[in-house]
């Protein structure tokens, strides 16, 4: 019995190293796949009779294959935004069947795999190399998904497809600039509108400045010379005219000025609407300082024509535009160009001072980007104006007098923003078909009262600092890419990402009972109890590491140095046979 027992013993020795050698071969082979968790074997002695003083029963040995699905694989970078890796517990869920319209069956498999080596398929579902498709949540675009506990049978295929492309319209327009303190000497008087071709225009009053910052409210008068020649002739001309001047601090007319004052002359250079103007007599506005008009009114020219219908403009003084690029709903770019000038406050005249004298913002154009093409010339129900500038309530713009409050702004004595700043624009009714553009969906963000953060008043030059808008041109789908939060995102040319899908991970009470398939898969054995689902780093998950790949935990030194000792174990169990086979053949050889 002895004899025969070690046969058998070193026989089950045999097939022990041999099972050994195979899991050994198998790690080896897998020391390059993805997520892939080295397996050992366990040996467990056999017992046929328990011994005695006087007498030992060989038993043998058997071995337990052991996979260590626990183990976690060294997270290695990928060059890929489709690949990603699990630090901690957890499994992606996948699936190997689809419906006809590429979405998971409601009763395929659910299999489980650390393999997270995806790429977009021709059909935009997110695929690994062994042929599993992601299961996810679906999400809204900022990120929530839409079942608050993931199960098995409410996953969907995470399918990109649908995405092409993605713009998003300015709701939000800041802007950083310095407006001037002082008013600045030689600032250009700019006449626009159509000049009367019958008589004498008077324009609104204006505010203009001699060279030592004083401001004076000036009346402005056009004086058409009939005889001369009528128009439309070439050489038609009007002069331009102060016929009163009144400082604004004291309420007087400067000693040195006469009134009127020819400060130049308009002077029709083209049948086609062209004007030139040429500077007149000097003037006098502050009694001891006298400057050229030139000098002084540096005015430019802006009129539709003589014998136009439209009333002439008033002045624009110390007027700044700041153009903007903002976007409507289609993604469309367009120019909006807002006007800050210096405007009364509808008080007295003769009790402002320099510093009371308030900024007016206007919209002075909107228009498609690239293509100067005027946008629209309608604000939305509610405007009364029907062309531009327009103020910010959507009224008519006068250039140089008092605005409605909710166009103008400001300053404190620092410098800083005063409160009542504009915080809207008007709605425009869009040529582009897109959404109405501003009204109470857009915010003019011009700084915050008492704070040096947007809008300033300081020293005499203007210069602009920002603008900046929230909106997003028309952008193509670029790419796909993982968050460290399991958020799958759609990445476009714009810059935007938009997320969705959220990817869960399933964890079990025993994952080194999970039954392994071909694929770099597990699925639910008895052993391994079921799958538990919550997302990344809840409920003792792990979390989502984009842009890497986990390694196989195989590794080569442990199991070459394993193999040594299979390979010298197994020659000692073959050993044993032989010597137990001489042993016999010797006891054999008595009866003969």
């Not at 005695?52 to 694989?73: D, S």
């Not at 003019?444 to 210069?463: E, I, K, P, R, V």
């Not at 390979?567 to 008595?590: K, P």
């Amino acid at each position: 019995m002895s004899i025969t027992g070690a046969l058998f013993s070193g026989v089950s020795g045999l097939k022990a190293e041999a099972q050994s050698l195979s899991i050994i071969s198998d790690n080896i082979s897998n020391a390059n796949t993805v997520g892939y968790k080295a397996s050992a074997d366990a040996f467990e002695t056999l017992i046929t009779q328990p011994p005695t003083n006087t007498e030992y029963t060989p038993g043998g040995v058997i071995g337990h294959p052991v996979a260590n699905v626990t183990a976690q694989g060294l997270l290695q970078a990928s060059s890929s935004k489709t690949d990603t890796g699990i630090n901690g517990n957890g499994f992606f869920i996948t699936t190997d069947q689809l419906s006809a319209t590429n979405t998971a069956t409601a009763t395929g498999d659910r299999n489980f795999t650390r393999a997270g080596s995806f790429t977009v398929d021709s059909n935009g579902n997110l695929v690994n190399t062994a042929g599993q498709y992601l299961l996810a949540i679906p999400t809204s675009t900022s990120g929530v998904p839409t079942q608050d506990t993931p199960s098995l049978t409410n996953l969907s295929v995470a399918n990109v497809g649908g995405l092409t492309g993605d713009a998003a319209g300015t709701t939000e327009l800041a802007i950083g600039a310095n407006l001037p303190a002082t008013p600045t000497p030689n600032t250009p008087l700019k006449i626009y509108g159509a000049f009367s071709a019958a008589g004498d225009v008077t324009l609104p009053d204006v505010v203009v400045y001699s060279a030592d910052g004083q401001a004076f409210n000036a009346t402005v008068k056009t004086v058409y010379n009939p005889a001369v020649v009528g128009p439309p002739a070439v050489s038609a001309n009007m002069a331009v005219q102060i016929t009163s001047l009144t400082n604004i601090q004291t309420g007087t007319t400067p000693a040195g000025f006469t009134s009127p004052t020819t400060i130049g002359t308009i002077t029709q250079v083209g049948a086609t609407g062209t004007y030139q103007y040429s500077a007149g007599t000097a003037i006098n506005v502050a009694g001891t300082t006298s400057a050229t008009a030139t000098d002084t009114l540096l005015p430019t020219l802006d009129v539709a024509g003589f014998g136009g219908t439209n009333t002439p403009g008033a002045i624009a003084v110390d007027a700044n535009d700041v153009v903007s690029t903002v976007y409507d709903s289609l993604g469309v770019a367009e120019n909006l160009t807002l006007e800050f000038s210096r405007a009364q406050d509808g008080t007295s005249a003769t009790t402002l001072s320099n510093t009371q004298l308030k900024w007016a913002v206007s919209v002075a154009g909107f228009s498609i980007a690239g293509t100067n093409a005027q946008a629209t010339t309608l604000p939305a129900a509610g405007g009364t104006s029907t062309t531009f500038p327009i103020n910010l309530d959507g009224s008519a713009f006068t250039k140089g007098e008092a605005a409605p409050a909710g166009s103008t702004l400001s300053f404190n004595t620092d410098g800083s923003l005063a409160s009542g700043a504009p915080t809207t624009i008007p709605g425009f009714a869009m040529v582009t078909g897109a959404a109405a553009f501003g009204g109470t969906n857009f915010t003019l963000n011009l700084g915050t009262a008492n704070s040096l953060n947007g809008l300033t008043s300081f020293s005499n030059s203007y210069a602009l600092s920002f603008s900046d808008q929230n909106g997003i041109a028309y952008g193509y789908r670029t790419g796909v890419e993982f968050t460290s939060t399991g958020l799958i995102e759609v990445t476009f040319s714009n810059g935007q990402s938009v997320p969705v899908y959220k990817i869960p991970l399933a964890t079990f009470a025993n994952e080194d009972a999970l039954e392994p398939k071909t694929g770099n898969i597990y699925t639910e054995s008895a052993n391994s109890g079921t799958a538990v689902l919550n997302y990344p780093s809840v409920g003792g998950t792990g979390s989502i590491s984009p842009a890497t790949l986990e390694s196989s935990t195989t590794d080569i030194a442990t199991e070459f140095t394993n193999m040594i000792v299979t390979q010298r174990s197994y020659s000692a169990n073959a050993r044993t046979i032989t010597t137990a086979d001489e042993m016999l053949q010797q006891l054999l050889a008595i009866k003969q």
